[in-house]
DNA sequence: TATGAATGAGTTTTCATTCAT
DNA sequence: GATGAATGAAAACTCATTCAT
């Protein structure tokens, strides 16, 4: 699965084959299949275990302000630019959640748990009181800001993360 | 390419037929062979059309504040809700690009052409200068927080872009 | 074994999988390498069985003429209406047959046994005397018309075998 | 199509390969898909077509007797001994017919025609109007019998053929 | 003795590309 | 120029058999 995982972040979900799954893992071509339904369900059981593993709500609890997960949000990107596995794994499955309703219901829970998450934090951040929108609103904000700077940057790696993170900061800040 | 643009769309970059594309367009299967190099050709131009197509740097040229630009954003959005074309397109060839050399060099032209676009309205909006970030960052920013929201619009349907707008709004003019 | 002859008679001798049995025999896989040399071994032993079993020569040592042995493939035939196990899976033993020698010898000799029981009750039916053919003829032409009706109820089970089989009986006893 | 009946013939339905049909037909193994939708709508049309040029209802409407048909199958039937291929295509197809609908369905009418065919023969011969049986019936008794023997000489090639015809046309005389 | 995980040869099918017409 | 039949490489998947436990 981490094989399955890596290679769909390195060459696309589409083309992904079970051939170079099983060769990256050094096993037989029909360990795949004898270990999964199919194709894509390997492909939905690796996507979804590489994100439980890269997101554990628990960090988020600690916060105490959205500065902090935005800071988070900076560092895990900057990270990402040099093995972009999970970020690009993240995308592949977004778009291949619009195909697969499977997908697309798990995808959607480990989402809105992120969001709740988020939300739960920004609730506590008395900076954001000024702000008429629902803590709710401005998590899920905060989230596509974060995987739009994640797309870009994975199209584009010279982006200068930490200019655009510095402009976030000052936009919450005056808010 | 019109036909092979929507099918990147509806099936994802990877798994477009050249037959499809043929039985789409109504012609002879010999006819994408015919006219392009290869499959990756063709897929490369039929993107990079749909995107010249749908992005007209004169329209931001009108502008006069970063408010008016995200107004037209949230209007694309709601749009794209019902034909998801164009944003999925965009998605698939952002994914592509990774991968392709040749759409990675045109697409970063075109996206830079348009962060230019945006830099100028924000340079032209005097309600931003409390912001320190130079107007090519704000730009940035503001089209990352586009392609985000669009990405989560697509996999989550009845996720309330009105509210993200206005939490946006309201971020920039607290700015 | 049961499970064997039940999957050879519903999906045919050449799709019947090991696992396929193992699962309907509620066995472990690799029960059915243990206990048997093959696949191919295992389906001829349940093959045989299932005959050896629905075939039991004093049936016919009690009977007089072959009126009775007629009227008895008729009871048979119109039983197998409603499950074809066995007569489909001895059609498949028969085709079968034709490319596996062990097989073949064995299914021979149970078909001889046959004949001759039909044609001892040939011998004592006085009725025949008219006939020229040798009681062993009349077996063997016998044996065959009841396979081809089972065969022909097999692919069209509203065929009116009632009266098929009046008219053999006429037939016999014009003769 | 003639590769694919010739081995349904000799290695049975279910074991026949798309490779082994290209082979034998001296092709890339690529065409069998390319030309037909999948291996069981090839393995229809292949066997469909070979029955109906092997069997020609304007042959019957010459005959004027019961008899002449009965020594028509005979000579089918000699004939078959040296190359089993229709005889054996038939069981084959009919045994495939209880599980493939379509088939069925083609199949049975066929069969219905030839059933027909030699219902018309029976209504033409005036030596059966001592049997009760209507021509109908007579008709698919026959060709049941025909396929019984058919059946049994493939199981057991060193069967009298001629005797058992002989034991049939007896019976019939004397009905 | 018995199990079931693992293997890999073999199956059907897809499809970009070639090329004779 | 244009077509579509043909090719063959590569894909996903099946399954009898083996063998460590």
Redesign the interface.
Known sequence: MEAAAELIAE?????VTTRAVAAKAGLPHGAVSYHFAGKQQLLVEAALKAFERAFQPEEFARLDSIEEVIAGFETELRSVSGSPAIA?LM??A??????DAEL?DR??TL?RRARQAVADVARRDEGLS?????PE??A??L??????????C???PE??VG??F???H??????
Do not use: C, F, K
């Open positions: 060459v696309g979900w589409g083309r690009a995308l592949e977004m778009r291949e959640a619009e195909r697309r995808l959607g989402l000024g702000l008429s929108a629902s609103t401005i899920a904000l989230i596509a800001v974060g995987d739009g700077l994640l797309l870009h994975l199209i584009d982006l200068d200019a655009q510095a402009a976030l000052a936009m919450l800040a005056g808010a």
